[in-house]
Every structure is written in C-alpha cells, then in structure tokens.
T-cell receptor, first 114, second 116 residues
Framework: AQKVTQAQTEISVVEKEDVTLDCVYE???????LFWYKQPPSGELVFLIR??????QNEISGRYSWNFQKSTSSFNFTITASQVVDSAVYFC???????????FGTGTRLQVTL | DGGITQSPKYLFRKEGQNVTLSCEQN?????MYWYRQDPGQGLRLIYY???????QKGDIAEGYSVSREKKESFPLTVTSAQKNPTAFYLC???????????????FGAGSRLTVL
C-alpha cells in the first residue's frame, strides 16, 4: 500500500520569508514517482515537479527547490522569498510500481501575507 | 489552447436527485480520471478510463457512474445512492496510462457540488 503524509495542515508566513513544506511517503516498491501540485484559490491543480525514485538530485526552479531523500522517505518543497501569489494548497503525491493512480497527501495550505 | 473544461463550476442539488458533471478535454489524451476533494482529505479517485468505452472503479466509486463514449468526454453522474455527495470534483487526464510511465496529470478547474 502507498501512503503520503503531509503533517503540516496550514502554514502562515510573511512575504519574503522562506518556507518548507514537508512530504513523507511510504511504499514497498523500488520504482516510484513523486509529484508536487499547487492548488490556487481558483481550484485547478497545477503540476510543479515530478521526481522518480532513481534520481535523488535536488532540483531548483527559480524560487522553488525540492529535496528528495530516500533515506528518510521524504520529498520536501521549499519556497524561497515567498510571495503573496504563492498562497495556495500544495499537494504531494506518489505513484508506485504499476499502480494506475496517484496517492495524494492531505495537502498543506500556505498563506503568505504582506 | 489545449486543456480540460469542467462544467458547471457550481451546482446545487436536492437530495434524491441525480446530477451529471461534464468533463471535456482537447489534449488528445487517452486516459481520464475523476477525483473527489473534501476538506482535510486530499484527493480520492472515483473512476478512471484508459480508452473509449472502458473504465475502472477507483477507491470510492459507490454512488457514482461514468461513461466514455468519446475520447474527449468523460462525464460523471452523482446518483442519489451517494450518501454524502457535497464535495469538489476534479477531472484530470494523462496522455497514456499512469502505470505506463511518468505521465503527469492535467487537471480541470473543478466543479463544486452542494446538496441541499
């Protein structure tokens, strides 16, 4: 069985602060993919990143960075110098083995204020 | 621009009524999915379809039905048998099956159903 845990239900930060969203996953499969999606108030989930289990390189895209650590089964997401437009619900998801579906975490709501 | 269109965005229904949510995509994707989102529960898979005229139950299919008569369309019917239908419903698609590779889900903007 696969499981994704996002222990942080809600985070509030002031603009320009750095913030890290945690994601811990569980799977017995050796081949799997991890994803992060952003859900702004409009409701549509927007894809941010995909990482496969054989690629542990961290990734940076502008103000966004991701830290994948198989040793701790974590795939954390950091926003540097947060902005109000970053306010959204962020979901971590897992697809493992031959599964035809994604398993989503419960999401972390990020509120960035001025 | 290619994408997924869901309608209606908001829908109110009386108890005991069936309601159909529309999902149309012009991405030429083979696979389509319906998810349900409830506060604090993340997204749960209702049904998915790999090809026309074929679909499979997800984790919470009871009280729902779907059809896939055209590649572009995957409507979801919330029947009166669904005991707690008030939720946010999201349609998604992928070029091929998720299990066949690193396919990424593309989502529509969702439909919010409220049962009065």
């Amino acid at each position: 069985a696969q499981k994704v845990t996002q222990a942080q239900t809600e985070i509030s930060v002031v603009e320009k602060e750095d913030v890290t969203l945690d994601c811990v996953y569980e799977t017995r499969d050796t081949t799997y993919y991890l994803f992060w999606y952003k859900q702004p108030p409009s409701g549509e989930l927007v894809f941010l990143i995909r990482r496969n289990s054989f690629d542990e390189q961290n990734e940076i895209s502008g103000r966004y960075s991701w830290n994948f650590q198989k040793s701790t089964s974590s795939f954390n997401f950091t926003i540097t110098a947060s902005q109000v437009v970053d306010s959204a619900v962020y979901f971590c998801a897992l697809r493992a083995g031959t599964a035809s579906k994604l398993t989503f975490g419960t999401g972390t709501r990020l509120q960035v204020t001025l | 621009d290619g994408g997924i269109t869901q309608s209606p965005k908001y829908l109110f229904r009386k108890e005991g009524q069936n309601v159909t949510l529309s999902c149309e995509q012009n991405l030429n994707h083979d696979a389509m999915y319906w998810y349900r989102q409830d506060p604090g529960q993340g997204l749960r898979l209702i049904y998915y379809s790999q090809i026309v005229n074929d679909f499979q139950k997800g984790d919470i299919a009871e009280g729902y039905s779907v059809s896939r008569e055209k590649k572009e369309s995957f409507p979801l019917t919330v029947t009166s048998a669904q005991k707690n239908p008030t939720a946010f419903y999201l349609c998604a698609s992928t070029p091929g099956l998720l299990s066949s590779g690193a396919n990424v889900l593309t989502f529509g903007a969702g439909s919010r159903l409220t049962v009065l």
